[in-house]
């Protein structure tokens, strides 16, 4: 079975500060990974995956996230926020050979002015 | 190319009754996944469907149900509501059942049960 842990439920920053939301996951087979952003009153939206290769992916809207397997980690990064970045953040897994999606509990950002 | 419609966007129903969904996938995706959001258990895996058949179910009661028809269109169904049903209903579609292929979400049904 696979779990996703985002370490942070709410993330509050200044406009134009780097931000990192945390995620870690559990499984006994290898993962997809995957950033999804959900915006009010809206479905979810992908930022950016990896299914293999280069461990630092880059998204859109400037997010990027790194793979990192010792870890178990897919922590997702910006290096300047903008009030338009205020959204909860998902992040999730689907196994290997599989297709069910499995998500974390989310990340509320809210970046202040 | 129109996005991932679903039908109704809100909906409120009384304790007992039953409710059903729809949603429209885009155009040429055949796999259509189906997931509640509620504030307390976050996002839940209910089931997917490709080519008209059900390939994955999450861990929820026979209750809730769903079908994926010839065109990829799917409705998923709940009988005998309970309070505990209120939630944001999101479907995703996707080309095919392929990790690689993106999932493209519509803006869910929003379901108040009373």
């Known amino acids: 079975a696979q779990s996703v842990t985002q370490l942070d439920s709410q993330v509050p920053v200044f406009e134009e500060a780097p931000v990192e939301l945390r995620c870690n996951y559990s499984?006994?087979?290898?993962?997809?990974l995957f950033w999804y952003v959900q915006y009010p009153n809206q479905g979810l939206q992908l930022l950016l995956k990896?299914?293999?290769?280069?461990?630092l992916v880059k998204g859109i809207n400037g997010f990027e996230a790194e793979f990192n397997k010792s870890q178990t980690s897919f922590h997702l990064r910006k290096p300047s926020v903008h009030i338009s970045d205020t959204a909860e953040y998902f992040c999730?897994?689907?196994?290997?050979?599989?297709?069910?999606?499995?998500f974390g509990a989310g990340t509320r950002l809210f970046v202040k002015a | 190319k129109a996005g991932v419609t679903q039908t109704p966007r809100y909906l409120i129903k009384t304790r007992g009754q039953q409710v059903t969904l729809s949603c429209s996938p885009i155009?040429?995706?055949?796999?259509v996944s189906w997931y509640q959001q509620t504030p307390g258990q976050g996002l839940q895996f209910l089931f997917e469907y490709f080519s008209e058949t059900q390939r994955n179910k999450g861990n929820f009661p026979g209750r809730f149900s769903g079908r994926q028809f010839s065109n990829s269109r799917s409705e998923m169904n709940v009988s005998t509501l309970e309070l505990g049903d209120s939630a944001l209903y999101l479907c995703?579609?996707?080309?095919?059942?392929?990790?690689?292929?993106?999932?493209?979400f519509g803006p869910g049904t929003r379901l108040t049960v009373t």
């Open positions: 990896y299914l293999s290769g280069s461990t």
């Open positions: 499984s006994s087979v290898s993962v997809y």
């Open positions: 155009s040429g995706h055949r796999s």
């Open positions: 999730a897994v689907i196994p290997t050979g599989g297709f069910k999606t499995i």
């Open positions: 995703a579609s996707s080309l095919l059942r392929d990790p690689s292929y993106e999932q493209y």
